[in-house]
């Protein structure tokens, strides 16, 4: 669907402790990052699906959850996902655009693990260009 960009992780189910934690904070960032404008999560069972609920209602931008094995079948999932993505795509056209100059952006560090800071802008996730 044009304008929507498919992310998928190298970690999947399964995964336990450092793993589980870095799979989590990456998902996080990605539906927490101010230039996601809406969001189509897909989960494999209905647990993955609440987590990323709850997390999605906090943000202020359209969303669905979609819970793989709450689907009945394939051919449902498939079709359940590609009605989301056309209902957020519409929701997302909705929002408002906020033009923003480059003196109204906040800089600021990231560091993750021991890797040195790197600047970075945080904006909102309404911006043009």
Known sequence: MPGCLALTLGLT???RGADARLQQRVIEAILEHPNTGAVLAIAHD???AA???ALLATLGRPYRVLALMACDGYQA???S???ALHE???EAARMPRVPVGLGDLAWRSNAVGPMP???CARIRPSVDS
């Open 117 to 119: 800071a790197v600047p």
């Open 81 to 83: 996902a590609a009605t």
């Open 88 to 90: 957020l795509s519409r």
């Open 51 to 53: 987590r990323l609920q």
């Open 46 to 48: 209905r647990v993955a």
């Open 13 to 15: 189910r399964g995964v």
């Open 77 to 79: 999932a498939i079709d």
